[in-house]
């Protein structure tokens, strides 16, 4: 997640505009976590976002429990965005990113096919991009796609929610 919103984030903010990535070691050490990171930080003009794969949970339920959790401990304001089902649906809505970041050809061809159509709805979006791309890691696959992704084309539901959430945050960002 962490290479994805790099290469992601400078896409959609305005280009003066900084962020920071805190990556976790998974689901578990993030919800640890961040309750403590945003305890911990003083800066008042800071906004935070919280992304995380649903892996296969209730996405209203846990973004209920993370937006309380970011509530409790002094941002109310932090937008969670779910992941829906993992960060691989994203690459599945991005198949021309896939195959420009050289990891497998003719794939551009599927976007409007099948399960491409909604790759949210992939249960093991994961698995189905090692099979589309058998070279694909998680970090360097990550590395390798996400500066070829597009924030206008993707297919995936949760990825243009999270796009538009991010555009929401940094234009109030603007009016401060």
């Not at 578990?28 to 976590?33: Q, R, V």
């Not at 050809?105 to 698995?127: H, M, S, T």
């Amino acid at each position: 997640m962490e290479e994805t919103l790099k290469a992601v984030l400078p896409k959609v903010l305005p280009a003066d505009m900084a962020f920071r990535v805190i990556p976790h070691s998974g689901k578990n050490d993030l919800e640890a976590s961040v309750p403590k990171k945003l305890r911990a930080w003083t800066n008042p003009n800071a906004r935070f976002i919280v992304v995380r794969d649903n892996d296969g949970g209730n996405c209203r339920e846990l973004k209920t429990r993370l937006a309380n959790m970011c509530s409790e401990n002094g941002h109310p304001g932090t937008l969670v965005r779910i992941v829906c089902q993992e960060l691989e649906s994203w690459f599945l809505g991005d198949l021309r990113a896939v195959e420009a970041g050289g990891l497998g050809r003719n794939l551009a061809r599927l976007q409007g096919k099948g399960l491409f159509r909604n790759p949210d709805r992939v249960e093991d979006a994961k698995g189905k991009l090692k099979e589309l791309a058998p070279r694909y890691l998680p970090r360097s696959g990550a590395r390798a796609i996400g500066p070829h992704m597009s924030v206008d084309k993707n297919t995936s539901q949760s990825f243009h929610a999270f796009i538009s959430g991010v555009q929401k945050v940094a234009t109030q960002m603007g009016q401060v």
